[in-house]
C-alpha cells in the first residue's frame, strides 16, 4: 500500500464529507486560535507591564520619610523632615548604588509670554536622568556647578515645552517663569509617554534641587532620595546597606522603626508579574480544555463515521484492502483534520491576536512555543482521538460489514 | 486446456450461535475450470451464502481444503487473504456497494489503489478500459448516485474486472433490479464469459439456472446437484423480445 495512495483515499473519503469535516475542524481550529491568542495577550501585558516598569528605571530605589511619631501623633509624610542633603551625601559612598538623587519638588504655574501651564517642578541632580531613564533630546543638562550656585536654570518635559511654546519656537535658551522666579530652559526631555499608571511622564520640569530648596520652597531638608542598584539582582543588598547608613545616621535605637521608607521597582514589577503570570495560566487552561474538547469532537465524528461506513469497509476489505490499510486511512482522516485544523487555528489565531491589538490596542507578543505547542497538541490529539475508532473499523468482520443495514 | 480455477473438498464450516453449533456446510466438494459460467442455487439457510464467503477468501472452512487458482486459502493469514481478494476476485453485489459521491471511474479504480505495484496512469487506463468493457465508456464522470440501478451494477462489474481476476463472485447480482435490467445484466455477464470470464453467480433464482453453464444446487449445506447446462439459453434474445421501457 502506497502512502500516496492512502492520502488519495483519505482525502477523498474526507471530501465526501466537506461540511462535517470544517465543523470537527472548528473544534481544533478554535482550540488552537484560543490557546495562540491566550498566550498572546498574557504575554504582551506581560511584557508591557515590565517595559513599562523597566521605563521608571527597574533597578530604582525609592527613598521617603516614613513613619515618625510627635508626642504620640503620627505625622504626615508631607511634613516629616527626616532626610537630609546630608543623607543623601552619604549614600553616595554606598557600595552597589550607580546613581543617587536627592528629590524636592513644588507644583506651580509655569509663565512664556501669554501662556501658561500647571506643572510640578522637581529639584534633582543630573543623575536623576539615570535613574529614571529620562534623557536630555535637545540643549544640555544643568551641570553640577548650577547646583552648586542654585542657578535658575530648567529642563522642560514635552508636555510642559509644548504648553509653553505652543508655536513651535525653540525653548532653549528662552526665560520662563515658575511663579515670579525667572528660569533659563538649557534643555528639553525626550518624550517617555505615559506610564502603567496612566501619569504622564512628560510633564516634569527640572531643576537643580538646590535651586528648588533654597529659593522656591525654603527647605533645608530633602522630600525624597531616589537611587538606582548597579544591576537589578543588587536591588536588595542596596537596599540593605541603604538601611543601615541612614538608621546609623539617625541614630535609632535597635528596636526604633525606621523614620523612612524604601521601596523599589522590583517588588512592584514581582507583584504585577504575578498577577499577569496567574492570568496567562487561567487563559492557557481554558484554551488547552477547548482543545481537549476538539479532540473529543474528532473521535466522536471519527466514531460515527466508522458506523456510518461499515459496509463501505466491508467493500474496500472485499475488494482486498487489509486491516492495516483501513486503520490508517482512518488515522490519516483523523489526522488531515486535526494538522489542517490546527494549520487553520494558527492563521486564526495569528489574525485574532492582531484584531485585539487593532481593536482593543491590547498590548500582545505572539509565541513561537504557543503556536509550536498547540499544533503539536492537536497532531497528538488526532492520533490520540483517532485510533479508537480506526482500531475499530479494522477490527471489523468484512462479511458482516458487507452486509450491514 | 481445462485450467482448474477452484477446486474444494469435502468443505465444512460450523458456525457458534449462543450454546448450539450451526452446520453451515456440511462436507461440499466441486471443481470449477477457467472459462465456466457456475450458478450456485439454494433457499436462504442452504449455506450458499456461508461458501461464497469462504469461496471469496472472506472466510475460512472449518475443515476441508480450497485451493485457489493452486493456492490452498486454509493456510493463507488475514493479510494473504487480502492480497488474494485484490488480485484473484472480483465481487459483485447486490446493492453495488459503491462508494457514494464517487464518480464510476474512481469506482473502479478503487481496487488497484490497494495494489501498490499499479501506477495513477495504469490505474486509470485499465479503470476505463473495464468500464468500455461494461458499455459504460460515456459515463465515467457520472457519480454514483447519478446513475441507475443497472448502470451502478455495471460500475461494480466493472470494478470486479479491473485487476483482472481469475474468478468473478456475483452474489445475488440482479436481486435488486427489475426484469428488463436484470436481463440486460445477465446478458452483460454472458458476453463476459464469451469472452473466456470464468463466473460464480450466486442466487436463490431458479430460472437464472437457464443462462449458465452449470448450475450447482445447495441444501442444508449439502450439494445435491450439480448439472452441466450444454446449450445455456441467450439472455440476449430474452432482452430483445422485452416490451421497451418507454411504452
Redo the contacts between chains.
Keep these: ?2 502512502i500516496a ?1 492512502l492520502l ?2 483519505a482525502f ?1 473519503a474526507l471530501n ?1 464529507n466537506k461540511l462535517r469535516c470544517f465543523l470537527t475542524m472548528l473544534g481544533i481550529i478554535i482550540g488552537v486560535a484560543s490557546v495562540i491568542t491566550m498566550l498572546a495577550i498574557g504575554q504582551g501585558s506581560k511584557d508591557s507591564i515590565s517595559a513599562q516598569i523597566s521605563e521608571m528605571g527597574s533597578n530604582m530605589i525609592m527613598i521617603h520619610p516614613g513613619s515618625m511619631q510627635r508626642g504620640g501623633v503620627r505625622q504626615s509624610a508631607d511634613d516629616m523632615q527626616t532626610l537630609t542633603v546630608a543623607d543623601y551625601e552619604s549614600l553616595r559612598q554606598i557600595a552597589g548604588v550607580a546613581a543617587v538623587s536627592p528629590s524636592v519638588n513644588s507644583g506651580g504655574q509655569f509663565v512664556n509670554g501669554n501662556n501658561n501651564y500647571p506643572s510640578t517642578v522637581y529639584g534633582i541632580t543630573p543623575e536623576y536622568l539615570d535613574i529614571r531613564k529620562f534623557s536630555v533630546r535637545e540643549g544640555a543638562m544643568f551641570t553640577d556647578h548650577d547646583i552648586k550656585s542654585a542657578a535658575k536654570v530648567c529642563v522642560l518635559g514635552k508636555t510642559v515645552a509644548d504648553n509653553l511654546f505652543p508655536d513651535g519656537t525653540d525653548p532653549v535658551g528662552r526665560v520662563i517663569r515658575f511663579g515670579k522666579i525667572p528660569m533659563t530652559v538649557v534643555g528639553l526631555l525626550e518624550s517617555k509617554g505615559t506610564n502603567s499608571m496612566g501619569q504622564d511622564q512628560d510633564d516634569v520640569v527640572l531643576a537643580p534641587y538646590t535651586t528648588v530648596m533654597k529659593r522656591i520652597l525654603a527647605i533645608d531638608y530633602v522630600q525624597g532620595i531616589f537611587a538606582s542598584a548597579v544591576d537589578e539582582s543588587q536591588t536588595d543588598d542596596v537596599i540593605g546597606a541603604i538601611t543601615e547608613t541612614l538608621r546609623s545616621r539617625h541614630r535609632l535605637r535597635d528596636d526604633a522603626d525606621n523614620d523612612f521608607e524604601i521601596r523599589s521597582q522590583q517588588e512592584l514589577s514581582e507583584m504585577m508579574n504575578s498577577t499577569s503570570d496567574m492570568m496567562t495560566v487561567l487563559l492557557a487552561c481554558i484554551a488547552g480544555i477547548s482543545l481537549l474538547v476538539g479532540g473529543i469532537g474528532i473521535m466522536n465524528i471519527m466514531y460515527v463515521s466508522v458506523t456510518e461506513r461499515t ?2 469497509i ?12 483501513i486503520l490508517s486511512q482512518f488515522l490519516i482522516e483523523a489526522v488531515i483534520i486535526s494538522v489542517s485544523g490546527g494549520v487553520i487555528g494558527v492563521i486564526v489565531g495569528v489574525v485574532a491576536t492582531w484584531v485585539v491589538n487593532y481593536v482593543a490596542h491590547w498590548p500582545v507578543n505572539i509565541q513561537l512555543y504557543a503556536v509550536a505547542l498547540s499544533f503539536a497538541v492537536c497532531t497528538v490529539t488526532g492520533v490520540f482521538f483517532g485510533w479508537y475508532p480506526a482500531r475499530k473499523a479494522a477490527g471489523l468482520d ?2 458482516e460489514a ?1 452486509r450491514y443495514e | 486446456m481445462c485450467k482448474e480455477i477452484i477446486r474444494i473438498t469435502d468443505l465444512r464450516r460450523e458456525f457458534m450461535v449462543g450454546d448450539e453449533k450451526v452446520k453451515a456446510l456440511r462436507g461440499v466438494s466441486f471443481t470449477i475450470n477457467e472459462g465456466e459460467f457456475v450458478t450456485i442455487m439454494g433457499t436462504s439457510g442452504s449455506g450458499k451464502s456461508t461458501l461464497l ?1 469462504i469461496l ?1 477468501c ?2 475460512t472452512p472449518t475443515s476441508g481444503d480450497y485451493y485457489l487458482d493452486g493456492e490452498n486459502v486454509r493456510d493463507m493469514s ?2 494473504r487473504r ?2 488474494t ?3 484473484k476476485i472480483g ?1 459483485v ?1 447486490q446493492n453495488y ?1 459503491l ?4 464518480t464510476a471511474v ?1 469506482n473502479v479504480e ?2 488497484l ?4 505495484s499499479v501506477d495513477a496512469v495504469e490505474r486509470r487506463r485499465r479503470a476505463m478500459a473495464a468500464l468500455k468493457a461494461v458499455g459504460l465508456e460515456s459515463r465515467v464522470g457520472h457519480r454514483s448516485n447519478q446513475m441507475s440501478g443497472g448502470q451502478q451494477q455495471r460500475v461494480a462489474i466493472a ?1 470486479a474486472l479491473v ?1 483482472d481476476p481469475v474468478i468473478i463472485l456475483a452474489d445475488e447480482a440482479t436481486g435488486n433490479l427489475d426484469t428488463r435490467t436484470s436481463f440486460s445484466i445477465l446478458m452483460l455477464f454472458q458476453e463476459l464469459h464469451a469472452r473466456g470470464r470464468t463466473i460464480i453467480f450466486v442466487t436463490h433464482n431458479p430460472e437464472l439456472s437457464a443462462y449458465s453453464s452449470r448450475n450447482i444446487v445447495l441444501r442444508d449445506g449439502r450439494m445435491v446437484s450439480d448439472t452441466v447446462n450444454l446449450s445455456p439459453a441467450s439472455a440476449k434474445e430474452i432482452f430483445m423480445n422485452l416490451p421497451d421501457d418507454n411504452d
Design positions: 500500500m502506497r495512495n488519495k483515499i477523498k465526501n459496509r463501505e466491508g467493500l474496500r476489505m472485499s475488494i482486498g484492502a487489509r486491516g492495516v490499510d468484512p462479511i458487507i | 464467503n471469496g472472506l472466510d488475514k493479510n487480502a492480497l481478494r485484490n488480485r465481487f453485489f456497494n462508494l457514494p459521491k464517487t474512481e478503487l481496487p489503489l490497494y495494489n501498490p470494478r485487476n
